[in-house]
T-cell receptor
Framework: DQQVKQNSPSLSVQEGRISILNCDYT??????FLWYKKYPAEGPTFLIS?????DKNEDGRFTVFLNKSAKHLSLHIVPSQPGDSAVYFC???????????FGKGTTLSVSS | EAGVAQSPRYKIIEKRQSVAFWCNPISGHATLYWYQQILGQGPKLLIQ????????DSQLPKDRFSAERLKGVDSTLKIQPAKLEDSAVYLC???????????????FGSGTQLSVL
């Protein structure tokens, strides 16, 4: 039973355009969400996070939006760059402070 | 600042053999995690340590997997005997948190790619 779902296995975007990666969750106890980025043969690296008390968090080209009623979050990358090509994982944790639960990931390809 | 170190990077073994992975977390990080990432899936937690105590090992297949973090620093994960379905990347991560985790971001190592033939 997947608690964190990334339903799009892949996304292709042109350089300079917006990339939107989506994530849905089923556990209403989740209150902290993170996005990780992973290049081949490397471990995931932290990108951006959001607490459930917010509905938006911005860091440079990266913005995460949280819609608690829909149990949905999205990562926006503007403008997209070829170096953004990687696998993006959505992760969540709950109030009990358990370890992160990850989605299956979305592979983003940004073409120049 | 040195990152999370893992070794070996790659390991190929035959089914029923045993294998061990090593992890050295970032200095000062109290919490250490082992995740298993099967191809096409997201990382799945196997075990979480805080210092040298186990916080969560509910998803560790204890009939064949074992892990220890004896001095609260580095850790080893062992599989004995290995099965074909254990082929995966084994990721070690650490975080600074000394209380309930989940609010700290995790720092991951590069992982060990295990192939069981």
């Amino acid at each position: 039973d997947q608690q964190v779902k990334q339903n799009s296995p892949s996304l292709s975007v042109q350089e300079g355009r917006i990339s939107i990666l989506n994530c849905d969750y089923t556990n209403s106890m989740f209150d902290y969400f993170l996005w990780y980025k992973k290049y081949p043969a490397e471990g995931p690296t932290f990108l951006i996070s959001i607490s459930s008390i917010k509905d938006k968090n911005e860091d440079g080209r990266f913005t995460v939006f949280l819609n608690k009623s829909a149990k949905h979050l999205s990562l926006h990358i503007v403008p997209s760059q070829p170096g953004d090509s990687a696998v993006y994982f959505c992760a969540a944790s709950n109030q009990a402070g358990t370890a992160l639960i990850f989605g299956k990931g979305t592979t983003l390809s940004v073409s120049s | 600042e040195a990152g999370v170190a893992q070794s070996p990077r790659y390991k190929i073994i035959e089914k029923r053999q045993s294998v061990a992975f090593w992890c050295n977390p970032i200095s000062g990080h109290a919490t250490l995690y082992w995740y298993q990432q099967i191809l096409g899936q997201g990382p799945k937690l196997l075990i979480q340590f805080q210092n040298n105590g186990v916080v969560d090992d509910s998803q560790l297949p204890k009939d064949r997997f074992s892990a220890e973090r004896l001095k609260g620093v580095d850790s080893t994960l062992k599989i004995q005997p290995a099965k074909l379905e254990d082929s995966a990347v084994y990721l070690c991560a650490s975080s600074f948190s000394r209380g309930p985790s989940g609010r700290e971001k995790l720092f991951f190592g590069s992982g060990t790619q295990l192939s069981v033939l």
